[in-house]
């Protein structure tokens, strides 16, 4: 969950504490130094191509529905020519994100150093990615250049279209890695970082006649010391991941490292990813046109006098809003602004905001188009329509939980009055929050209606919002901010570089287990289990808690969906019941202080001190605890609903 700005604006705040990469390596340039004006001009040229081809595949996709679904008239070429720049566009996206220091990863340890510190683990992640970026671009070379003789079924193109995305997209992360290790602060410090690389370098390769000797256990050296290590470290989590398989591959096993690169691509290159960059788009736009404002304002002239009235609207807005964007920093940075400055005006405490704001990031993570449930699905198979039909009911039993803990702890507030308000006010915010409202059932509709694809559909989502925006400001006298549309547009295709890099590295991860028999062991093991399918998903919740606590949900996800749901599915728990679990339980981890990335992301959004939730913040994880548990326990809340029952 990179904290990218929705409005285009590079905030730096508490959030950023997390964005330990670079931290005291690099000194500012001046602005004449043709060093700086050429890396600049070099950015400026990959967020132009990088925005170009966002637009591009969100009208090629959205093309693609009209001809279908409003003319009868398939476009045959639309999927292949949206499939050849989506991948230009996700490793363009990354080279952005590198830029800007965007790419997942957790800086909580390596904040709490010296400076002298954090400039030695600035320099070996600088390293990291540099022998990261070097050691792939030849085999991505390579890879491009076996890809040229196959050709795509419709366009008749060569592959090598798609695939030179891959070596443009390292050599340029490399190009940038270069400008910043000629901007080192300090040598002496970079010169003990690089010291600290060779030793470790050189252990791995003088053990690697060992490592045969001693099986899966050179798994915890590769992928839990070199890989959790470089994460502690603030290595990014998809470099780090890279870094470890590249790493394995070359020292403990036969398989060519170009191996990576081909299993990044395939990670990156899942079509059903499509869905990704255009749902993150539909949420940033939601706050330049106004809609996430008016839903908010709606609920909070309704509820907004009650007892606690406005931590409810904070759960609603949470639940309604991530329905339409499907990622939960843009769900966050929609409804802050909407709804926090009255709270504190109310004289609401910060902690709590900042707590309860936290944990509706755990209970509206199964609300589609939820980014993580596309991602299941794409490494799972399970079906997204059903994925989408089966996360609504559990997020809201998450939420009445909730809800109890607000009525319970406002039960003694005075009653406010509700404000005085002229008439056809409410009319007027009603008819300015319809659309708002609407559009998550549009959303979900056309899906289970056959309009669109989930991967189609937030395209929908995209050219309903800009109509919104048109017709509002021209007839409501809302202030859209247009001008931050091409900012915006670049964000969006920023985090989702970020986004499917670290589930392509994944990806990569993933396959290097398997060939280990890993996968397979874990299943023996599982399935071998006393207490059958209660016991299994004890076990899951524990293990993606866990798992949340260190990684963000999509690698999360992306690393164990596929050893996990297979076995699943052979003890009998149906698979998008085990969805819901897992998912909930990977976000309590994700939110859960002191080491949750996402509580901490959540602070910066919000502007206020981790310190101060972290108390108010206990009542609400135990409701969320026991909400998960009977999800768990109830499968009906997932699967009552499907219209085809597997």
Not at 42 to 48: C, H, T
Not at 367 to 379: E, F, H, K, M, Y
Not at 443 to 464: D, K, L, P, Q
Not at 535 to 549: D, E, K, N, R
């Amino acid at each position: 969950m990179p904290g990218v700005p929705p409005t285009g604006e590079t905030k730096t705040n508490e959030g950023s504490k997390l964005a330990m990469h670079g931290v005291g390596l690099a000194v500012p340039a001046t602005r004449d130094a043709p060093m700086e004006r050429m890396e600049s001009a070099l950015l400026r040229i990959a967020e132009y191509a990088t925005g170009v081809t966002l637009v591009a595949v969100t009208c090629v996709l959205f093309c693609g529905v009209v001809a279908r679904y409003g003319a009868g008239a398939p476009l045959t070429w639309s999927d292949d020519l949206a499939s050849i720049l989506f991948l230009w566009l996700g490793m363009l996206g990354a080279v952005v994100a590198y830029c800007r220091l965007q790419h997942m990863r957790m800086g909580t340890m390596v904040a709490g150093l010296s400076p002298r510190a954090q400039e030695i683990v600035a320099g070996l992640s600088l390293i990291a990615e540099l022998f990261l970026f070097g050691a792939l671009l030849l085999p991505s070379i390579h890879h491009a250049a076996d890809e040229a003789t196959i050709l795509s079924g419709s366009l008749g193109q060569s592959g090598l279209w798609r695939s030179l995305a891959m070596p443009v997209g390292l050599g340029l992360m490399l190009i940038f890695a270069l400008f910043r290790l000629l901007k080192v602060k300090s040598f002496r410090y970079f010169g003990i970082a690089l010291a600290i690389a060779l030793a470790i370098g050189g252990a791995l390769v003088l053990s690697a006649p060992l490592l045969g000797a001693i099986g899966n256990l050179r798994l915890l050296i590769f992928f839990l010391l070199l890989g959790g290590g470089a994460i502690l470290l603030g290595v990014p989590i998809a470099f780090a991941f890279c870094v470890s398989t590249l790493s394995y591959l070359a020292l403990a096993t036969h398989a060519p490292i170009g191996m990576v690169v081909s299993r990044v691509e395939a990670g990156m290159s899942h079509f059903i990813l499509l869905a990704v960059p255009t749902f993150v788009f539909l949420g940033v736009l939601m706050e330049i046109t106004g809609m996430a404002k008016a839903l908010v304002g709606f609920l909070a002239m309704l509820v907004g006098h009650l007892r606690g009235g406005l931590h409810y609207v904070l759960i609603a807005a949470m639940y309604l809003v991530s329905g339409i964007s499907g990622a939960k920093t843009a769900d966050m940075a929609a409804v802050v602004p909407a709804l926090f400055p009255e709270m504190k005006k109310r004289g609401e405490d910060e902690g709590e905001l900042v707590a309860l704001l936290s944990v509706t990031g755990i209970q509206t993570e199964t609300i589609p188009p939820s980014l993580v449930l596309i991602t299941v699905g794409s490494v799972t198979g399970v079906s997204i329509a059903a994925l989408f039909a089966g996360g609504m009911l559990p997020a809201l039993v998450l939420g009445l939980m909730l809800a109890a803990v607000v009525f319970w702890r406002h039960r003694r507030d005075p009653v406010r009055r509700p404000a005085a308000r002229a008439r056809g006010d409410l009319v007027r915010a009603l008819a300015i929050a319809s659309p708002a409202l609407a559009l998550p059932f549009l959303i979900r509709s056309a899906v289970v209606e056959g309009v669109a694809t989930a991967t189609e559909v937030s395209t929908i989502g995209i050219a309903y919002a800009l109509l919104y925006g048109a017709f509002a400001a021209t007839f409501l006298k809302v202030d859209v901010k247009w001008r931050l549309l091409w900012s915006a547009v670049v964000d969006s295709a920023s985090l989702s570089g970020a986004i499917l890099f670290v589930i392509g590295a994944t990806t990569a991860m993933a396959w290097g287990l398997t060939q280990s028999g890993f996968s397979s062991q874990l299943a023996r093991a599982m399935t071998d289990l006393p207490g059958g399918a209660v016991t299994f998903l004890l076990i899951s919740i524990l293990l993606f808690f866990v798992l949340g606590t260190v990684l963000e949900g999509i690698p999360a996800m992306v690393l164990f969906a596929p050893l996990m749901f297979p076995i699943a599915r052979q003890i009998g728990i149906h698979p998008v019941h085990y969805a819901m679990v897992t998912i909930f339980s990977m976000g309590i981890g994700l939110f859960c202080p002191p080491f949750g990335i996402g509580y901490y992301i959540a602070c910066g959004i919000a502007r206020i001190d981790p310190a101060k939730g972290l108390k108010p913040i206990l009542s609400y994880l135990v409701a969320i605890v026991l909400g998960t548990v009977l999800v768990a326990l109830v499968p009906w809340f997932s699967i009552g609903f499907l219209p085809t029952p597997r």
